[in-house]
């Protein structure tokens, strides 16, 4: 974790030494002074681009389980292929039963919801330090990353669980014809 830090925890915090020196099995806190907010998520703060550390272990997986950055990402192979059902099978490793109580699923709609956990609850968000300006004064284009502060988002869910729905009942439609 304190390694992948060093690139992946922002600006933010003051620096106590140059973190050029740092080498794998050094701690973070020699060399950056950060704050790992175990309880609220200054989203104001804590940009989705680059702090992936702070936003992963404010969440209630990282504080609960043994989770770092690898349990998700293997470092040794090239990750641009990966796909989003992969993710969530890597939820599933540990939430092999969920309830979802108010979401009310159809088992139709609750198999459709196991090839992606990562649309409602790590949502793109879009980033406070960057964005695309389009030419001649346009507006700013928002750049949107995905938080890793894994939590439950209503609007988000609201929007997929919604998109989900159209597409079941498409393809219903489709094999009733
Ligand atoms: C020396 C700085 C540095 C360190 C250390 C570092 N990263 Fe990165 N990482 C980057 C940069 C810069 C990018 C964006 C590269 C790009 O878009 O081509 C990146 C991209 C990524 C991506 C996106 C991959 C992709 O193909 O789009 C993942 C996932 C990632 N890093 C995870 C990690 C993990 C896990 C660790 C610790 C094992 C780590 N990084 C350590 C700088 C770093
Ligand atoms: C290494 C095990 C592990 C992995 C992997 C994992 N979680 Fe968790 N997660 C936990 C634990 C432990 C809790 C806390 C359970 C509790 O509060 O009783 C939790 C809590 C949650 C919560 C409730 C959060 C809240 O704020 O109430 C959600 C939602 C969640 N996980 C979704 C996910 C998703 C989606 C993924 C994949 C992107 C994932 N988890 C990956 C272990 C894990
Ligand atoms: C519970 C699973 C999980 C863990 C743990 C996790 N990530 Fe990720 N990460 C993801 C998912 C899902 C994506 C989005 C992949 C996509 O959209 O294709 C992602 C994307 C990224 C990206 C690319 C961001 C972008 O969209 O440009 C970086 C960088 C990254 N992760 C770094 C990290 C670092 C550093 C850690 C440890 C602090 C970490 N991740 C831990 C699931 C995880
Ligand atoms: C359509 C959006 C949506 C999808 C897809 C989704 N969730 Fe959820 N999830 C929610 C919402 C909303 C809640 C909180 C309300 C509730 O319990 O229904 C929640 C609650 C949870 C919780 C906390 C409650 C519990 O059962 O312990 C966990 C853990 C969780 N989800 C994991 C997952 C995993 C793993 C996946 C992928 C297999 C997933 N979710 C897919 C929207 C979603």
Known sequence: MD????CHSGNAGHMLKSIFA?????KLADFKEI????????????DVHGNQAQLLSSSKCFMYSKMDCATCHN?????????LAMY?????SC??????????????????????????????RSSHVI???????????????????????TDASQKVLAYLKKSYKQSNDKNNK
């Open 3 to 6: 390694m992948c830090a060093t």
């Open 22 to 26: 740092f080498k794998p099995g050094n």
């Open 35 to 46: 704050t790992f907010s175990h309880q609220v998520v200054d989203s104001a703060k804590l």
């Open 75 to 83: 470092v040794h192979k090239s990750e641009k292929q990966l796909n």
């Open 88 to 92: 969530s099978q890597k939820c599933m």
């Open 95 to 124: 939430h092999s039963t969920t309830t979802h109580n108010e979401y009310k699923l159809t088992p139709q709609l609750g198999g459709m919801i196991k090839n992606n956990c990562i649309d409602c609850h790590m949502p793109a």
């Open 131 to 153: 964005a695309v300006q389009t030419s001649r004064g346009g507006r700013a284009v928002p750049y949107l990353v995905r938080t890793h502060h894994i939590a439950v988002y």
